[in-house]
Every structure is written in C-alpha cells, then in structure tokens.
C-alpha cells in the first residue's frame, strides 16, 4: 500500500477548516441578521423555530442587494486587512515596550542582588545568590505573533465585530423599510378566522354570491377590505389614505404574525425624529387546522 502524501492531506485540512470557518461565519451573520430584523418587531429569533439552513442563506441579503454588493459590504472588506495588519503592529508595539521594561528592571535586580550578596546577615546571602543566577538565565525577547495564536484571534475577534456590526445594521434597516407601507417587501395580507379564535377584528360581512348572512356573522377579519367583495372600513382593516395596510410579517410553528405598517412622516421622506424609534404593533393569531381559516396575500394592496 503506498503511503499518504502529507502534502495532499495538508491541502485537504486547510479546505476543511476554510469551509467550517466560513459556515460559520455565515451562520453568525444570518444569526445576527435575524435577530436584528424581528428584534424590531418585538419577536425573539429564538422563539421562531427557524430552520438552520435558511440563517446560511440569509447573509446574502447583507451583502447583496439586486445582485450588486452592498456597498458597506465592499468597504469592510477593503478596510478588514488593514484594520488587522494596524492592530497586529500595535500589539506587537506594546510587546516591544513590555520586553524593554522587563530588561531595565531585570539589570536593577540583578545589581541589588549583587550587593545583598555582601551583606552581613548571612541569610539573605544564598537568596541573593539564587535569585541573581535566575535573572542572569532570565533574558525577555518579543514575541513573534505570526508564530502564536495571538494574530489568529485578533482577525477572528476583528472579523466577528465587523459582522455583527454589519449584519445588525442592515437587519434594523430592513425591518425599518418593511415598517412602511411604501417600501415593504412583505405581502399585504386579510386574514379571516372564526370569532372565537381572534376577538380583534371587524365582523365578516361577505356577498351573498360567496357565504350567508347568519354563517358570516360567526367570523372576524383583519387586512385589506379590496381583496374581499363587499367589505366595509373599520379601524381593523386597510386604511390606504392614511398610509396604514397590514401586512404578514411570518408564519411559523402553527403561529401567524400580522403587523400594520407604519405612517410615514411625509411623501418623500418615510423616518424622521418622530417616528425613528416607533415600532409597529405585531399580531399573533393561532393556525386553525378545521379548515375553518382564510389567508389572502397579495403583492400590494387593492384598489378600491
């Protein structure tokens, strides 16, 4: 049998490590993503039961937007290197000044050894002795970062704050520009549930064409009015003059959650001082498994 080249299992071990090294950093950014995006509608990512697969997926949306990178994504990783090679000099610097102090406090040991040697009090003599010979063997040199894990763990550390930094920054402006109406990604949504299920809710009022009165008057809805015939406003559904359309957010372990986005300050601008720490209301109905649910989505809302 011939033996294994150590030079193809090199190779292979360091494509292993890179691969783990960057499913994991993957998985952190999708991690910290999500945790910022549903931390702003006040949902713990822990408590959504997410699939492990979809936070290695979700880095995308941090540093691609329509296929182009985004640019704080380009900027952190021209300016990564440079931060790493400034860090490594300056801790090398310090190990420098450590190493020189050490040796100007070891020659002023050594010289109180040198005359404690001749002191009459015979034993402080052999202590002196000792402890002289030591700090003669004893010579401090600096040490070479490269050949430690010193420079391993500073890129690691740099690299995990600038992910976290960048993958919860994009996480809070995602959520931010789902909040309102006019920019959000998610689907407008009309949820119709039995009345006992939901006790928010505008009564069901139907067309004859699709159910009866006294059958209808046993349901609640919420959403958009236009993708139902026959609907009339209430406070619990789409108000479009007013820029406030509900919206579903996620659905998740047998949970649906809806939320109304938010009003914008003007038509051209949607944050300001105002609403910049407002958050919308998150509604949390339960799934019904008696075929007794309806659930409309819709790319945008209706025209009434």
């Known amino acids: 049998m011939s033996a294994t080249n150590p030079n193809n299992f090199n190779f ?13 950093s993957l998985y952190f950014t999708g991690w910290i993503y999500r945790w910022s ?11 959504l039961d997410l699939a492990f697969e979809s936070f290695l997926i979700v880095p995308l949306q941090v540093f691609f ?39 100007r406090w070891r020659i002023r040991l050594i010289r109180y050894c040198q005359k404690a040697e ?26 070479d970062l490269s050949q430690t894990l010193v420079d391993e763990a500073i890129k690691v550390a740099l690299a995990l704050v600038a992910l976290f930094w960048l993958a919860s920054n994009q996480g809070l402006a995602d959520a931010q520009r789902d909040a309102f ?11 119709i549930v039995p009345e006992n299920m939901l006790s928010f809710g505008r009564q069901f009022d139907p067309p004859e064409a699709l159910a009866d009165k006294q059958a209808a008057n046993q349901f ?8 139902i015939e026959a609907v009339r406003g209430a406070s619990e559904l789409n108000d479009l003059k007013n820029q406030k359309v509900w919206r579903l957010l996620i659905e998740r372990d047998g949970w649906i959650y809806l939320f109304r986005t938010l009003k ?23 799934e019904s498994q008696l075929g007794n649910q309806l659930l409309i989505l819709s790319p945008s809302p209706s025209k009434e």
Not at 13 to 23: P, Q
Not at 118 to 143: E, F, H, T
Request: with cysteine; charged share 10%; glycine share 4%.
């Open 12 to 24: 292979l071990s360091r494509i292993a490590a890179l691969v783990g090294l960057i499913s994991a």
């Open 37 to 47: 995006y549903f931390g702003f509608f006040h949902l713990e990512v822990t408590t």
């Open 264 to 286: 914008p300050c003007s038509d051209s601008q949607l944050i300001c001082a105002a609403n910049k720490n407002e958050r919308p209301l998150v509604l949390m109905v339960r």
């Open 181 to 191: 109406n006019q920019t959000s990604t998610l689907p407008v949504v009309t949820l």
């Open 220 to 227: 609640r809805m919420i959403g958009d009015r236009g993708l």
């Open 118 to 143: 001749n002191y009459r009090l015979r034993w402080l003599q052999p202590w002196a002795k000792l402890w002289g010979l030591n700090l003669r063997q004893w010579s401090p040199q600096p040490v």
């Open 65 to 103: 937007v329509n296929n182009q990178p985004r640019l704080p994504a380009v900027l952190l990783f021209l300016l990564f290197p440079l931060a790493a090679w400034l860090i490594i000099v300056i801790f090398q610097g310090l190990d420098l000044w450590l190493v020189q102090w050490q040796n």
